[in-house]
């Protein structure tokens, strides 16, 4: 059972554009959200990450929108760069020792010239 | 400094072999986890050490074992490879605050082909 269901799988968009990437989640005892990012090669890095007393956080060009009654929270990325393009994962646990990140399928970007 | 390293980075090996997989942390974590990231880019927690002590254990066939020697280190041994294996394979690291945000620092990974 996939508790993070996480859309679209890929998305291309022109340089400046604002990408959005969704998640869902089932389980509401789910109380840490982080993004990550991962670039070919390389292994996931944490982006910006969201408790859910915030409907929002900022982080430079990086915005989580938090909708706890839907369950659900999204990514944008304002004025998104060639250097954007990446692997996306949303992830969702509890913030207790040693918790599992349950992380959503991906979501492929690329961002062009 | 690397953070989180993992030895070897690639592995190649035919099925049925045995193989292990190193990982160290120099972040002074207490919490340690393997991840196995499939073809489609899939990742899932396999296990998770804190102060060696082992606290996550996922539906993981029994030819998966991990190894904790000391809090800076997390080993992973497979033992008769499987095709199915084949995935890229991150070590994770992690300090637990209480309640406070948990980031988790991943290696780089190890990619492991098995034939």
């Known amino acids: 059972q996939q508790q993070v269901k996480q859309s679209p799988q890929s998305l291309i968009v022109q340089k400046g554009g604002i990408p959005i990437i969704n998640c869902a989640y089932e389980?509401?005892?789910?109380?840490?959200f982080p993004w990550y990012q991962q670039f070919p090669g390389k292994g996931p890095a944490l982006l910006i990450a969201?408790?859910?007393?915030?409907s929002e956080k900022k982080e430079g060009r990086f915005t989580i929108s938090f909708n706890k009654s839907a369950k659900q929270f999204s990514l944008h990325i304002m004025d998104s760069q060639p250097g954007d393009s990446a692997t996306y994962f949303c992830?969702?646990?509890?913030?207790?020792?040693?918790?599992?990140?349950?992380f959503g399928e991906g979501t492929q970007l690329t961002v062009n010239p | 400094d690397t953070a989180v390293s993992q030895t070897p980075k690639y592995l190649v090996t035919q099925m049925g072999n045995d193989k292990s997989i190193k990982c160290e942390q120099n972040?002074?974590?207490?919490?340690m986890y393997w991840y196995k990231q499939d073809s489609k880019k899939f990742l899932k927690i396999m296990f998770s050490?804190?102060?060696?002590?082992?606290?996550i254990n996922e539906t993981v066939p029994n030819r998966f074992s991990p190894k904790s020697p000391d809090k800076a280190h997390l080993n992973l041994h497979i033992n008769s490879l499987e095709l199915g294996d084949s995935a890229v394979y991150f070590c994770?690291?992690?300090?637990?605050?209480?309640?406070?945000?948990?980031?988790?620092?991943f290696g780089p990974g190890t990619r492991l082909t098995v034939l």
């Open positions: 969201i408790r859910p007393d915030v």
């Open positions: 389980n509401t005892a789910f109380d840490y």
């Open positions: 994770a690291s992690s300090q637990d605050f209480g309640m406070r945000l948990i980031e988790q620092f």
């Open positions: 992830a969702a646990s509890r913030r207790t020792s040693g918790s599992r990140l349950t």
């Open positions: 050490y804190n102060n060696k002590e082992l606290i």
């Open positions: 972040l002074g974590h207490d919490t």
